[in-house]
């Protein structure tokens, strides 16, 4: 039987990331019910953080428990991974003892090798590429707040980093159109957009990117890896805060969302995380479920 992983949000049909985003909510629903539900039982996910987390790790190992499994972090730190241990070799390993494997890395490639020598299934909490956990549970906040986003436009204001990335497969899987403003040299992998085809259309102009768009979405300007060039970006990027006036520029019925962490005052406006508009803690409690739904799909057969 060849096993399933979740690199990215095209290793789903749209079907199943639909139904991967209804059954976050009836997790969601059962949890705050009461409701035992542990299907998991004796299941052990690795995880595997090259890089910092607050979100995607309490969210994996809150589930996992929730799930009636366990959850065991590893850091390259205190792993022979730190060492040079090669990726084919711990896969191996890795997945001789566990039955799923979490990875927020770097490289993109290096998930891809990992998946390939594993015989569970990979899951992908981050890499320079692509954030698709996030993206499950965005598109869970939007379903709970205005229904369907099937052909609805979404906005995508600042770095064509990871989560643009990411947007870029969503917009594809979930069927809405997404216009991305960002400063010229920091446009999102052309790979993506060309797979994306006229579905996606990048600008420089915020306000043309948000103009009647029904989601607005920001995140950091430099990402985990990309300190160095922090300050250089801080004054590049500078056009392209996302504040309650631009939000007025949208449809009425718009939401804002951040994949947080967020630094007020550069990407986002203070006042903008406390506006109705914000749906951002809400994203952020739904990776819990909506990662209970993907591990649930993964493992339970
Ligand atoms: N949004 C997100 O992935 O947060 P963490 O970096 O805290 O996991
Ligand atoms: N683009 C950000 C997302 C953090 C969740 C980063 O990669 O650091």
Known sequence: MTVR??????????????????????????????????????????????????RTRVSFEAGMIQLGGQAIFLSPRDTQLGRGEPIEDSARVLSSMCDAVM????????????????????????????????????MQTYLEHRGSIQGKTVAWVGDGNNMCNTFIQAA???????RIACPEGYDPDPQFLAQAGDRVSVMRDPKEAVRGAHLINTDVWASMGQEDEAEARLKRFAPYQVTPALLDLADEQVLFMHCLPAHRGEEVSSELMEDP????????????HAQKALVEFLLVE
């Not at 209804?22 to 539900?37: D, N, W």
């Not at 090798?113 to 594993?118: E, H, K, N």
């Not at 508009?277 to 819990?288: F, G, I």
């Open 5 to 54: 992983h979740f690199l990215s949000l095209m290793d789903c049909t749209q079907a199943e990331l639909i139904s991967l985003i209804k059954r976050g909510i009836e997790l969601k629903s059962l949890h705050a019910q009461g409701v035992i539900y542990e299907p998991l039982k004796n299941r052990v996910l690795a995880m595997i953080f090259e890089k910092a987390s607050t």
């Open 103 to 138: 990875i927020r890395t770097f490289d993109h490639a290096d998930l891809e090798t990992f998946a390939q020598y594993s015989r569970v299934p990979v899951i992908n909490g981050l890499s320079d590429d692509l954030h698709p956990c996030q993206l499950l549970a965005d």
């Open 172 to 178: 594809m899987q979930f069927d809405f159109q997404l």
């Open 277 to 288: 508009r914000s749906v951002v803690w809400d994203q952020a409690e739904n990776r819990l």
